[in-house]
């Protein structure tokens, strides 16, 4: 995704000749991005060939799904829709995890049914609901407790999980009493700890405080767990000022905590995934002037990317083609919900726009298409896989009339 001279590109396609092809608001992923972005993990980790769970939360999208499972990857669920919908876009059972603190009866025991690869529990309750559908089928099940590390993640307050006021997860009182639980139930058989901090963490050094915590749970636990789940949260470059996780240095913790803990580690990673391998075209649809700034009235709204209006969470904006003259207003781009939240970016010395100009809109590709609703009606936009020259279309824009 560039520029060639004026014109914005998504592989070796104009992205104007998409919108005209297609319509806005368009989700367009690159294949050769989220090609790019398995194999740098897959590289990283190497040494201790871990298995990746990708987090379907990120995107549901069934023909990314499947392609993601190509690469050997399994998958991250948190509800039965997110379990079904990875099964039937081909991801194996034996690779897949079910972690969230609310899993219904009904959930459990389809994954149980399904013989996934481990249920992470993350509560006593939760723990004894597990155990009394296994009695009942007369089952051994495999499970993960959550730890809660207590942990600063060091990123937005709404997308860290890792600390003790955070819903998530045991405290370590309650991990050791329910390893004792564990040990002595028929039905269960504890495999795992997994643990996940937050999301969209830049800084390396809260994994490495995760790491020394779930080192000192382990060896007061006393117990060998095959599995040590890590959770997700490596973040990307949303402000585009290269500002990258060090990677390296949390490959190197991982390898110095596998020399004391000899286990499999699973990852849960969403954003790194699959977040900068889509943008979302849109159409300026009015320009309205006003005193200090002007409006951008985009076609799409927080309907169709919540992030921002959700978390004041920045995304880059770029005009599909590239002019030289500025505008000497200030642009605040905007969607046509009625909300005054509906926005998505304040910016100052822009290049002047004009009404019907294309814009696109970075990063989309983690919560963003599965985030999306029909709030205002508004029917959910199409989902586009460019490679190289090749255009395919993932999901189909809504129609209207499903709607209403
Ligand atoms: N594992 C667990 C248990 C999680 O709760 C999450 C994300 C992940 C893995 C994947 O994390 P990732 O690698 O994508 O950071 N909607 C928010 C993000 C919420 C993340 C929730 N949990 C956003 O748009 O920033």
Excluded at 34 to 53: A, D, M, T, W, Y
Excluded at 130 to 143: D, G, Q, R, V, Y
Excluded at 204 to 226: A, C, G, Q, T, W
Excluded at 342 to 353: A, E, M, P, S, V
Aim: glycine share 6%; net charge positive; aromatic share 10%.
């Amino acid at each position: 995704m560039k520029y060639l001279g004026q014109e914005f590109f998504i592989e070796k396609i104009k992205a104007k000749l998409i919108a005209k092809k297609f319509g806005t608001p368009a989700y367009c992923y690159s294949y050769s991005r989220l090609k790019e972005n398995i194999e740098n993990l897959q590289k990283n980790f190497k040494s201790f060939n871990p298995l990746f769970c990708f987090a379907v939360k990120s995107n549901t999208n069934k023909y990314l799904l499947n392609e993601i499972s190509k690469f050997g990857f399994g998958a991250d669920v948190v509800s039965m829709g997110e379990l079904i919908r990875a099964i039937s876009a081909g991801i194996s059972p034996n690779k897949i995890v079910f972690s969230g603190v609310g899993k219904t009866a009904r959930e459990i025991e389809y994954a149980i049914n399904k013989k996934i690869l481990l249920i992470n529990a993350e509560s006593k309750s939760e723990i004894l609901q597990i155990e009394k559908i296994a009695k009942l089928k007369k089952k051994t099940i495999n499970i993960g407790i959550r730890l809660n590390p207590n942990t600063d993640a060091k990123t937005l307050k709404e997308i860290s999980t890792g600390k003790k006021e955070n819903k998530f997860g045991v405290n370590e009182k309650t991990f050791l009493e329910l390893v004792d639980y564990i040990k002595n139930s028929k039905n269960l058989n504890l495999k795992c700890l997994s643990a996940h901090i937050g999301s969209q963490i830049l800084d390396h050094k809260p994994y490495l405080k995760m790491l020394n915590v779930l080192d000192k749970v382990i060896r007061k636990s006393n117990h060998k767990f095959e599995y040590v789940d890590l959770g997700g949260g490596m973040g990307i470059d949303y402000v585009h000022n290269n500002k990258k996780l060090n990677l390296k240095k949390y490959n190197s913790y991982i390898q110095k905590f596998l020399k004391v803990n000899s286990c499999k580690i699973i990852f849960e990673p969403g954003r790194s995934i699959i977040g900068d391998t889509a943008v979302l075209i849109t159409n300026i649809t009015y320009i309205k002037e006003s005193d200090k700034k002007d409006f951008i009235i985009l076609d799409a709204g927080m309907n169709d990317l919540m992030r921002p209006a959700l978390y004041k969470a920045e995304h880059k904006i770029i005009p599909i083609v590239k002019k030289k003259i500025k505008s000497k207003k200030i642009y605040e781009f905007v969607g046509p919900i009625c909300e005054t939240t509906d926005k998505f970016l304040t910016i100052k010395n822009y290049q002047k726009l004009n009404e019907n100009d294309l814009i696109v809109i970075y990063d989309v590709g983690a919560y963003g298409m599965s985030l999306s609703s029909n709030y205002n009606l508004r029917p959910k936009p199409i989902e586009l896989l460019i490679h190289n020259s090749k255009i395919k279309i993932i999901n189909k824009r809504q129609k209207l009339s499903e709607l209403v």
